[in-house]
């Protein structure tokens, strides 16, 4: 998913998102690459340049294997890293991508 003028990926409770390319996302006040439901888990996806965060997750939810490169705001808010995860850009705390 690229170039929408919101969220690229909004997936319910539960979803499985995976091996997906989520690039420039948003407009100039807000677009995640994916927003996540409860219990989303996110594996696999190159997740680039989108107008807010790269991957959020509204409670829990899980992520691996995902490049997650020059996301707006962060690169991730909540969620449980779980490996595999390589972060870049603004925002970026260590602990959010391992």
């Known amino acids: 998913m690229s170039a929408n003028g919101d969220t690229g990926i909004r997936p319910g409770t539960a979803s499985l ?17 994916v927003a996540c439901g409860t219990g989303c888990r996110v594996h696999g996806n190159t997740v680039r340049a989108n107008t807010d965060t790269g991957l959020d997750f509204s409670l829990d939810g899980a992520y691996t294997d995902n490049n997650i490169t020059a996301n707006t705001l962060l690169p991730v808010s909540g969620g449980t890293p779980r490996g ?11 602990a959010a991508c391992p």
């Open 17 to 33: 998102v995976i091996e997906n390319t989520i690039v420039a996302n948003g407009d100039r006040v807000a677009g995640e690459g």
């Open 84 to 94: 595999g995860n390589f972060c870049d850009g603004t925002g970026v705390v260590a």
